[in-house]
């Protein structure tokens, strides 16, 4: 009897260019079976399960091919192609943090290894890391492959007037975790509570409302608005913080997006933006967003902090500040009218006040 395609040995006896050609010609799935067989049989050195872990990946198998990785860096401890494949393989999965761990392991135990650095670089810029991704990439040789448009790139996020959405995706991913215990006992943060105030001066007796939250994290904003809503929906950039949100089961429904993208049109009494529009410098994407989708009277509630004078400014704790002036000029701009803005704390900084605005913005365009 013939052997099957999968017992088939190799062409040329080597498990990653094998799995490479296989892979290219679509057949990933393919590659990962001879390659589990080839382990099983006791071939499975380190080229044969690197190789294993990214013909899973290639099929499909994302869990197959984390579990492969961790297995292999777990037994190569001290190899860094091993860490290196690892954090190949959870970069390609969203797991920032830990593919720039591995990334730096790999280069602590060899400094030369250009695709280790490479990967770090490209890894700094999903987070949104501009300035450390230029760091990694300026170590590498002019000539590598793919450089200039990473260079690029990182340029590019550097000048956009916003928190780039990986840096806040990854940023607030971290947070998650312990992030209602640090805002509310380390920064006493109290923007959901100042908005609430504002909305019982400025919109007084309303009730059964349809409310979005924006950047709603872990639902600190929607908790403190629950009794006005007859509907309560959220976005977050961070996945972390919906499955948080999600916990509370104050949501009707919750979605992982950018508060700048299309929302539903005229479909919401109140928008909540607490403590979100400071990693945007720019508002006028969000504020067009936002106007959008309320009803005619619809209201927009939202903090910032404050810069004195026009315009707006990036702090040093990378927040975006911004002036009465410019909220005033971009509300008139989008159809919506000020019902109230005033000075608060929206949380502390390093045990001091910060300044901000709390604003509620009322739409008037049909």
Same mark, same amino acid.
């Given at each position: 009897m013939s052997s099957t395609t999968a017992d088939a040995p190799w062409h040329d006896g080597n498990p990653l260019d094998e799995t490479e050609r296989l892979i290219a010609d679509g057949r990933a799935a393919e590659a990962a079976d001879r390659l589990r067989r080839r382990i099983a049989a006791g071939h499975g050195g380190l080229l044969a399960r690197l190789a294993y872990a990214d013909a899973l990946d290639a099929a499909g198998d994302q869990a197959g091919a984390l579990a492969a990785a961790r297995e292999t860096a777990m037994l190569h401890p001290g190899v860094a192609a091993a860490a290196l494949g690892l954090g190949k393989v959870l970069l390609r999965a969203e797991h920032l943090p830990t593919a720039i761990a591995e990334f730096q392991r790999a280069l602590r135990l060899d400094p030369g290894l250009d695709e280790a650095r490479f990967q770090l670089g490209c890894a700094w810029l999903a987070a949104g890391e501009a300035d450390k991704a230029r760091e990694a990439f300026a170590a590498l040789p002019p000539d590598t492959?793919?450089?200039? =448009?990473? #260079?690029? *790139?990182?340029?590019?996020?550097?000048?956009?007037?916003?928190?780039?959405?990986?840096?806040?995706? *990854?940023? $607030?991913? %971290?947070?998650?975790?312990?992030?209602?215990?640090?805002?509310?006992?380390?920064?006493?943060?109290?923007?959901? %509570? #100042?908005?609430?105030? /504002?909305?019982?001066?400025?919109?007084?007796?309303? =009730?059964?409302?349809?409310?979005?939250?924006?950047?709603?994290?872990?639902?600190?904003?929607?908790?403190? $608005?629950?009794?006005?809503?007859?509907?309560?929906?959220? #976005?977050?950039?961070?996945?972390?913080? #919906?499955?948080?949100?999600?916990?509370?089961?104050?949501?009707?429904? /919750?979605?992982?997006?950018?508060?700048?993208?299309?929302?539903?049109?005229?479909r919401y009494d109140l928008a909540l933006a607490a403590d979100t529009l400071v990693y945007l410098g720019d508002l006028e994407p969000a504020m067009r967003s936002a106007a959008n989708a309320l009803k005619p009277g619809g209201f927009f509630l939202f903090t910032v902090e404050k810069k004195d004078g026009d315009g707006f400014e990036l702090g040093s704790k990378r927040r975006w500040r911004h002036s009465q002036s410019y909220l005033r000029g971009l509300a008139d701009a989008n159809g919506l009218e000020v019902a109230g803005l005033l000075a608060c704390t929206p949380r502390m900084e390093a045990r001091a006040p910060v300044e901000g605005l709390a604003a509620a913005l009322r739409r008037t365009s049909p």
């Open positions: 492959p793919g450089l200039a =448009e990473k #260079i690029a *790139h990182a340029a590019a996020m550097r000048a956009r007037p916003r928190s780039d959405a990986g840096y806040v995706r *990854h940023l $607030f991913d %971290q947070f998650s975790t312990d992030y209602d215990v640090r805002m509310l006992t380390q920064l006493s943060y109290r923007a959901p %509570q #100042i908005l609430r105030r /504002l909305a019982d001066l400025t919109m007084p007796r309303r =009730e059964s409302l349809a409310v979005l939250d924006l950047g709603c994290g872990t639902g600190l904003s929607g908790a403190a $608005f629950k009794d006005l809503a007859a509907r309560l929906d959220g #976005i977050d950039l961070s996945p972390a913080m #919906i499955e948080k949100a999600r916990a509370r089961g104050l949501y009707d429904s /919750l979605a992982v997006a950018d508060i700048e993208a299309a929302l539903p049109a005229e």
